[in-house]
Protein backbone atom coordinates (compact mmCIF):
# COMPACT_ATOMS: atom_id res chain seq x y z
CA UNK A 1 0.00 0.00 0.00
CA UNK A 2 1.63 3.04 -1.07
CA UNK A 3 2.39 5.67 1.61
CA UNK A 4 3.46 9.19 2.28
CA UNK A 5 4.64 11.15 5.13
CA UNK A 6 5.11 14.77 4.91
CA UNK A 7 7.22 17.13 7.29
CA UNK A 8 8.96 20.34 6.87
CA UNK A 9 6.03 22.17 8.18
CA UNK A 10 6.01 25.21 10.63
CA UNK A 11 4.95 28.49 11.56
CA UNK A 12 6.63 31.12 9.67
CA UNK A 13 6.60 34.99 9.18
CA UNK A 14 5.64 36.44 5.27
CA UNK A 15 8.76 36.50 3.14
CA UNK A 16 9.93 33.55 4.82
CA UNK A 17 10.77 30.16 3.52
CA UNK A 18 10.04 26.89 3.87
CA UNK A 19 11.10 23.21 2.86
CA UNK A 20 8.50 20.57 2.98
CA UNK A 21 10.04 16.46 2.62
CA UNK A 22 7.58 13.93 1.50
CA UNK A 23 9.07 10.35 1.99
CA UNK A 24 7.05 7.93 0.15
CA UNK A 25 6.89 3.80 0.68
CA UNK A 26 4.68 1.10 -0.79
CA UNK A 27 5.55 1.21 -4.70
CA UNK A 28 8.10 2.35 -6.66
CA UNK A 29 8.91 5.56 -6.35
CA UNK A 30 10.85 6.67 -9.42
CA UNK A 31 8.11 4.92 -11.84
CA UNK A 32 5.47 7.69 -11.12
CA UNK A 33 4.83 11.09 -10.56
CA UNK A 34 4.70 12.98 -7.13
CA UNK A 35 2.08 15.57 -6.90
CA UNK A 36 2.09 18.13 -4.29
CA UNK A 37 -1.38 19.61 -2.63
CA UNK A 38 -2.45 21.80 -0.01
CA UNK A 39 -5.65 22.50 1.84
CA UNK A 40 -6.58 25.80 3.51
CA UNK A 41 -8.82 26.27 5.75
CA UNK A 42 -12.70 26.11 4.67
CA UNK A 43 -11.28 25.34 1.13
CA UNK A 44 -11.26 22.72 -1.25
CA UNK A 45 -8.13 20.92 -1.66
CA UNK A 46 -5.88 22.47 -4.73
CA UNK A 47 -3.07 20.94 -6.31
CA UNK A 48 0.03 23.24 -6.28
CA UNK A 49 3.27 21.39 -7.75
CA UNK A 50 4.17 18.05 -9.87
CA UNK A 51 6.67 16.82 -11.14
CA UNK A 52 7.16 13.63 -13.33
CA UNK A 53 9.02 10.31 -12.33
CA UNK A 54 12.59 11.56 -13.10
CA UNK A 55 12.21 14.92 -12.56
CA UNK A 56 12.37 16.40 -16.45
CA UNK A 57 8.90 17.86 -16.09
CA UNK A 58 7.67 20.91 -13.03
CA UNK A 59 4.56 22.06 -13.11
CA UNK A 60 3.01 24.91 -10.71
CA UNK A 61 -0.28 26.50 -10.33
CA UNK A 62 0.27 30.66 -11.14
CA UNK A 63 -0.15 31.77 -7.57
CA UNK A 64 3.28 30.15 -6.69
CA UNK A 65 4.96 30.31 -10.13
CA UNK A 66 8.45 31.81 -9.11
CA UNK A 67 8.43 31.31 -5.52
CA UNK A 68 8.29 27.43 -5.08
CA UNK A 69 10.40 24.97 -6.99
CA UNK A 70 9.76 21.00 -6.37
CA UNK A 71 12.52 18.19 -6.74
CA UNK A 72 13.01 14.74 -5.80
CA UNK A 73 15.33 12.13 -5.39
CA UNK A 74 14.86 8.78 -5.99
CA UNK A 75 17.47 7.35 -4.51
CA UNK A 76 16.27 8.41 -1.05
CA UNK A 77 12.37 7.87 -2.25
CA UNK A 78 11.81 11.53 -1.41
CA UNK A 79 9.75 14.65 -2.84
CA UNK A 80 10.62 18.22 -2.05
CA UNK A 81 8.67 21.13 -1.96
CA UNK A 82 10.87 24.24 -1.57
CA UNK A 83 8.53 27.47 -0.83
CA UNK A 84 10.09 30.89 -0.90
CA UNK A 85 8.78 34.19 -0.30
CA UNK A 86 5.67 33.13 1.44
CA UNK A 87 2.51 34.66 2.20
CA UNK A 88 -0.35 34.64 4.53
CA UNK A 89 -2.39 32.75 1.25
CA UNK A 90 -0.44 30.18 1.60
CA UNK A 91 -1.15 28.84 4.64
CA UNK A 92 -2.43 25.66 4.96
CA UNK A 93 -1.93 21.72 5.18
CA UNK A 94 0.27 20.30 2.46
CA UNK A 95 0.06 16.94 1.24
CA UNK A 96 1.83 14.69 -1.40
CA UNK A 97 1.40 11.64 -3.41
CA UNK A 98 1.72 9.89 -6.36
CA UNK A 99 0.08 9.55 -9.66
CA UNK A 100 0.63 9.92 -13.26
CA UNK A 101 1.79 13.20 -15.45
CA UNK A 102 0.25 13.52 -19.17
CA UNK A 103 0.22 15.85 -21.54
CA UNK A 104 0.67 18.38 -18.71
CA UNK A 105 -1.93 16.97 -16.67
CA UNK A 106 -1.63 15.55 -13.42
CA UNK A 107 -3.73 12.52 -12.39
CA UNK A 108 -3.39 11.09 -8.73
CA UNK A 109 -3.89 8.08 -6.66
CA UNK A 110 -6.03 8.17 -4.06
CA UNK A 111 -3.66 7.66 -1.26
CA UNK A 112 -2.52 10.28 1.59
CA UNK A 113 -0.44 11.04 4.54
CA UNK A 114 -1.51 13.59 7.33
CA UNK A 115 0.11 16.21 5.48
CA UNK A 116 2.09 19.24 7.05
CA UNK A 117 1.02 22.36 8.50
CA UNK A 118 2.43 25.74 6.89
CA UNK A 119 1.31 28.75 8.74
CA UNK A 120 2.51 32.17 7.24
CA UNK A 121 1.63 34.60 9.65
CA UNK A 122 3.68 37.79 11.63
Known amino acids: QSQFMESGGGLVQPGGSLRLSCAAS????????IGWFRQAPGKEREGVSC????????NFIDSVKGRFTISRDNAKNTSYLQMNSLEPEDTAVYYCNAGILSLGSYYSYDYWGRGTQVTVSS
Open 51 to 58: ISDHGSTT
Open 26 to 33: GFTFEGLA
